[in-house]
């Protein structure tokens, strides 16, 4: 007894480019609320051919793997397209993120600190936005 059998191993396979090399990076914030409303990101992701990201305060609330947390204690990334969802711009998110080319920003709050870095933004509910944005967009 107390013996450890091997199971197999698995491993999650997706069709999203990595995070680091990424050319469009779709990433969320604690505005999403919770794990399973990052399904609204990842349905973007794909129409973008874009990777997934978050913020450390997604990545804390447990809504996401730590490995797709970006910033100063995460992955430092530089996109030509970063779209941040729900993402407040703290400091420590901006500085994994601020070489990007083109950053789009969509928040309620119109004086998230985000808004400073953002080539385009969009102050709007995102649970409304991103829905809209991804049924726009063409299939890849």
Known sequence: AGLAEWAGEELSASDRPDLATAGTVVSGGRGLKSGE??????????KLGAAVGASRA??????????????????VVAPDLYIAVGISGATQHLAGMK?????VA????PDAP?????????????????????????AK
């Open 58 to 75: 997604a990545v804390d609330a447990g809504y996401v793997p730590n490995d797709y947390q970006i910033g100063q204690t995460g992955k």
């Open 99 to 103: 070489d990007s080319k083109t950053i």
């Open 114 to 138: 985000i808004f400073q870095v953002a080539d385009l933004g969009l102050v709007d509910d995102l649970f409304k936005a991103v829905p809209a944005l991804t049924a726009a967009l063409p």
């Open 106 to 109: 969509i928040n309620k709050d």
């Open 37 to 46: 409303n990052f399904k609204l990101l990842y349905d973007l992701a794909d």
